[in-house]
């Protein structure tokens, strides 16, 4: 009788807990909010616009693609959640970008946010970042300033200034060709930073540098400094500035005779081309991607997203920039699994994934060139050539879509 008696009760607690099993587990699961809300500025009025206001329906698009696939997996919510993109016009200025990250932050209260273009706005938007302890993604800046100010909510997607031009001189170097080099640099900050890593690295890699002039940003006759470029002779005239410079720059040099093996032009896209016209064939520069160049896994998705929004990345370079973020964001909230701000931001800091241009990973600090510098990505731009109007990616091996022609026919030697 006692053994039956303790039957009932048992079969119960069993029943019980079978019942409330399934309510107990979905009680400790997070609950979601209706969207991963991500934050941004970006120039869609102001100077910098021409560069990259179109980003803006570049970014949105992106957002829907994602979408369209269920969003992104999140495991504490165990299921995948929309993106929602904030995006503000910051009108080029350092000082709205500021404002409107705050905003992002304590009005619209995004989970992570993305940087917006150039160094100066980047330096202030971050700043709004740091203060709020919420995770940056820095776009288009790499001046070292940036990284070397302790800063422990930021990563950003591309290499140091100095390491701008390394690929390129590691091609020279390889070809052993070129013997001597000519260095024009604009006097602002990151034609500088760029200058200051290319002139030792080509001393490294064994060309001579004849000259090194710094110009002032309102340099409009380059004539004092043409004339020492046609006394030096150089095989390479390597120019380190804004394509308004350049553009001015190289305009005068071709009109008064300077004939060098080879121009390099390191912001070469079609804010140099169109300007510069016929002459443009066969300058060199940096890019960070262009059509044909097949790195990692989402070369379909991005080129996709150029068809869907008809940006030419001819014509606006950063693109490939503001895609790095997107696959930073991406990895990084999958890999976090949440939308704890100290857990995205740890994620980030330890990704280590294969971009459109190859493999991305943060510089932990004292790793980079500048050992003040932290959590600052790998990814730096690839040496490319106008040919006949289209831009052909020349280094590294694996990365080419052409080959590099060496010294322009017609030059002087």
Avoid: C
């Amino acid at each position: 009788m006692r053994a039956k008696w303790f039957v009932l009760p048992a079969l119960l607690l069993v029943a019980v807990a079978l019942a409330l099993g399934p309510a107990r587990e979905a009680s400790t699961q997070a609950k979601a909010p209706d969207a991963i809300l991500v934050g941004a500025t970006l120039a869609v009025t102001g100077p910098f616009s021409a560069e990259v206001g179109v980003f803006k329906k570049m970014m949105e698009t992106w957002a829907e693609s994602v979408n369209a696939k269920g969003g992104i997996m999140l495991k504490e919510y165990g299921k995948k959640l929309p993106l929602k993109l904030i995006i503000y016009d910051d009108t080029s200025k350092p000082p709205d970008s500021q404002r409107l990250y705050e905003k992002l932050i304590t009005e619209d209260k995004v989970h992570v946010l993305l940087g917006p273009y150039s160094s100066p706005i980047t330096i202030a938007a971050s700043t709004a970042a740091e203060k709020h302890k919420i995770p940056f993604i820095a776009l288009e800046a790499n001046a070292t300033v940036i990284f070397s100010r302790g800063f422990e909510w930021m990563v950003g997607v591309i290499d140091d200034g100095p390491k701008w031009s390394d690929h390129y001189f590691d091609m020279l170097k390889a070809e052993g060709k070129a013997k001597t080099i000519a260095f024009v640099i604009e006097d602002t900050p990151h034609p500088k930073e760029v200058g200051s890593g290319a002139i030792p690295k080509a001393k490294e890699v064994g060309l001579r540098s004849v000259l090194e002039e710094y110009f002032p940003v309102a340099t409009q006759d380059f004539t004092p400094i043409i004339a020492k470029l046609k006394a030096a002779d150089p095989d390479i005239v390597y120019v380190a500035a804004f394509p308004a410079r350049s553009v001015t720059f190289f305009k005068q040099a071709v009109e008064q005779g300077v004939n060098p093996r080879e121009f390099h032009v390191i912001h070469h896209g079609a804010a140099f081309r169109e300007p510069a016209g016929k002459a443009a064939n066969l300058v060199t520069g940096e890019n960070y991607w262009m059509p044909g160049v097949k790195g990692g896994p989402n070369v379909a998705e991005f080129e996709d997203l150029l068809q869907k929004t008809a940006i030419k990345v001819e014509d606006f370079p950063w693109a490939g920039i503001h895609f790095f973020g997107f696959e930073a964001l991406r990895a990084g909230l999958e890999k976090a699994g949440t939308l704890d701000r100290e857990k995205v931001r740890d994620a980030l800091r330890s990704l280590d994934i294969q971009t459109i241009s190859g493999r991305l990973r943060f510089h932990k600090p004292g790793e980079n060139r500048n050992p003040k510098t932290a959590w600052q990505g790998t990814l730096n731009p690839f040496p490319t050539q106008i040919q006949d109007g289209k831009y052909m990616t020349l280094w590294p091996p694996q990365f080419a879509t052409g080959k590099h022609i060496y010294p322009r026919p017609g030059s002087t030697r």
